[in-house]
């Protein structure tokens, strides 16, 4: 067994022993679970979920085990930022095939159907609370998917390669070094 941490506890920090999933299981209907032991389409609830929670849970697949939303990760988000409370989930998204270098491995903000959390703030507040790493973060709102961080300006010279202005040399240069892997331009 590994002893080495999975990337999640990487970016997003360990499980954080104060928060528990209580009764929330947002992510048992909107995620997709592709696994060899368990599949489920997204936006579907798992076939397992029965009132109060999952109907197997001391046997439950181990993605379900193992597998945290940032509410449970960082400890900078609010606790009202629990996915049912708030209407956002907050996860980090690996793309096989991403269109550019900030696709490739990062957080991704999913503003749930229905979820008011734009307009109540609270998508700010966990923005805020996650724009601070050096991780690409994404914010979808349903219609359209938007990358929150980095700044545009930063985003769009490390994606182009162009040289960097001196005031966002230093910037520029920490995310193609740590993100040039997944560059699609070479």
Same mark, same amino acid.
């Given at each position: 067994?590994?002893?080495?941490? =999975? ?12 928060? $528990? ?19 489920? !389409?997204?936006? *579907?609830?798992?076939? &397992?979920?029965?009132?109060? %929670?999952?109907? *197997? ?5 181990? *993605? ?5 939303? /940032?509410?449970?990760?960082?400890? @900078?988000?609010?606790?009202? !930022? ?20 900030? $696709?490739?491995? @990062? ?5 749930? /159907?229905?979820? =008011? ?14 724009? $601070? %790493?050096?991780? +690409? ?5 349903? @219609?359209?998917?938007?990358?929150? &961080? +980095? /700044?545009? $300006?930063?985003?769009?010279?490390? *994606?182009?390669? =162009?040289? !960097? ?7 520029? !240069? ?13």
């Amino acid at each position: 067994m590994s002893t080495e941490p =999975d990337l999640e506890t990487v970016l997003l920090g360990p499980v954080l022993a104060d928060r $528990e999933c209580g009764d929330c299981v947002v992510c048992c209907t909107v995620l997709t679970v592709d696994t060899p032991d368990f599949k489920k !389409a997204a936006g *579907i609830p798992c076939e &397992h979920l029965v009132p109060g %929670g999952c109907g *197997i849970h001391q046997v439950r697949p181990h *993605i379900c085990r193992t597998w945290f939303c /940032a509410w449970r990760r960082v400890a @900078s988000m609010p606790d009202a !930022a629990r996915p049912d409370r708030c209407g956002l989930l907050v996860s980090v998204n690996f793309v096989r095939e991403p269109r550019n270098c900030f $696709e490739g491995v @990062s957080i991704n903000v999913r503003k749930l /159907a229905g979820s =008011d959390a734009i307009e109540s703030g609270m998508a700010d507040i966990v923005l805020d609370s996650l724009c $601070e %790493g050096l991780v +690409p973060v994404w914010f979808s709102d349903g @219609s359209k998917k938007m990358l929150m &961080h +980095p /700044a545009d $300006e930063v985003a769009r010279l490390v *994606i182009s390669g =162009d040289p !960097a202005p001196p005031h966002l040399s230093d910037e520029v !240069a920490i995310w193609r070094k740590h993100y040039g892997v997944f560059s699609t331009n070479g």
